[in-house]
């Protein structure tokens, strides 16, 4: 059942949020219920995301083949396949660099599974986030030249690194940067520069700016397999063509796990390889779906929140390349001993990110930083591998762009931020890195990395706050919403009708429903920091929820005192337990 938005005030919530219903005309909700057999609710939320009869179909049915684009649109694309095809031929040594995150393990994976199927050994290099930082290094540049790598396939990281790739061609070294991050109007020396977001990219297809570093490789492996194909590679016994879409489910995982919109070519990606994923064809992320304790048909939360942080767990806290040789490897065994492994970094990761979150959150509530633009803290005492976390958390509970510093070794503190959606993080980066305020940064509009001299510290949040002031104040914190519902009105064939838009994520949140005049009944702690609760309408129908990390935070005090006659928000899930389904919501609001 839907209820007009104007027949509830447009009250603030607990947490400060106005919510937002859609204003949508019914004939192009019936267009679609008639044009492709949805539910009320389901085209609603359709025509509310901008979809119409023709990009529905798009939408509801992704297909490779229509999406997938020639990947020569893209600069370099032609010269630094033609240029790996060389050294496959040639048979020179080839090292893969990555970045230590799920994007980087995914895409130093996907290139490592392609050779090892063509039967090429290449050299793996992930930086060791605590001894050499983000990103490529002089150091790393020289330690390859000096095991004879003549080509390096440089992933996820590498469109800023000026220094050491001027070093690597110094050396003789042939750098490819298959990468996504935002360049400066100056690129770097790199044999070829593949990556959507270069400035002087054309942009002839705009969603390739969507893009993870995965999906870049994924495309890079496409146009190498028709350089190889075109230079009669395959035309022996030897080797065969390699089926590329049995890799969909790595570039489906660091889709994810990057918070890349789910859209258009993204939804492809991630569509396809979810369908992989179910049928556990990799033997690392069969594994991981083993350790934690995924039974049910798996979909994009899976991705985000129970397999990506175990691989990102190597990375932070553990051996940085752990992660992308357990989704190479073809060996059950060594998959299940790296998994479990990763799972025990996972649970050292989480009582790491609760101590740094705990002394953040009392730092900015007791210097008042919550009144400035932009939150900034940092500590000689927090591990720097789960400082993003803690940024992500701080945004999430202050509404403001956060940033958390790392000075655990010494006087260069390691930082990470997350932004809310007026304000372009990555943009604050180049601009405070050009006012040398800054010793390097870059990132994305919703998140960056940086490293800050403790000196600089003060100055760079000033700056900081100059620059973000204006787009700071025109952030309103709102939830759209998708409508109001009755409890009768969600049964299992609702659910089924709203999970015929998955995956959701980025670009295509999973809807968030209203339910109005609830008095709750029943609410318990659980696992220290969420909370377990039943609400009732006036008909006596039952609704369960779970409000997760609200313990000590406004929403979870407003609940706490089991309040009649609220309106919630949340979204909604079927689970299967011996035999039997429940409902149950996902509760992120209320007033």
Known sequence: MTLPASSHPQELSVLGKKWIFPDIHDRDVMTLIQTYDLSEMAARILVNRGYNKTSAGEMLSPSLKQMLPNPSLLKDMDKGAARVKKAITDKEKIAIFADYDVDGATSSAILRRYFDHLGIETRLYIPDRIEEGYGPSVEAMEILHREDIQVIIMVDCGTLAYDPLQKAKDLGIDVIVLDHHMSEVKLPEAFALINPNRIDESHQIPYLGELCAAGVTFLFLVALQRALRDCAF????????????????????????????????????????????????????????????????????????????????GGRVGESWLGSELLTTHDRIKAKNIAEKLDHLNQERQSLEKLVLEEATHMVESQKLDERPIILVGSENWHPGVIGIAASRLTEKFQRPSLVVSYMFGDEGKGSGRSIPTVNLGSLMHKTVERGLLIKGGGHPMAAGFTVAKHQFDGFYQALCDLSQGDVAAHEPELTLEGWLSIPGITGKFIKDIERLEPFGQGNTTPKFALHNLDTVYVEEFSQSHLRLSFRDEGGHILKAVAFRVLNSPLGEFLLNKPKGISVVGTLREETWNGKSTISMNLIDAR
Do not use: W
Not at 303 to 309: H, K, Q, S
């Open 234 to 313: 395959f035309d022996t016994d030897t080797v065969k063509e390699m089926d590329l879409r049995l890799l969909l489910d790595l570039v489906a995982l660091g889709t994810v796990c990057d918070v890349m919109p789910l859209t258009h070519l993204n939804r492809v990606f991630v569509s396809h390889g979810l369908t992989l994923i179910q049928k556990r064809y990799n033997p690392g992320l069969s594994a991981l779906m083993n350790v934690g304790g995924v039974k049910e048909e798996v979909s994009s939360y899976h991705l985000g929140f129970v397999l990506g942080p175990r691989v990102n767990a």
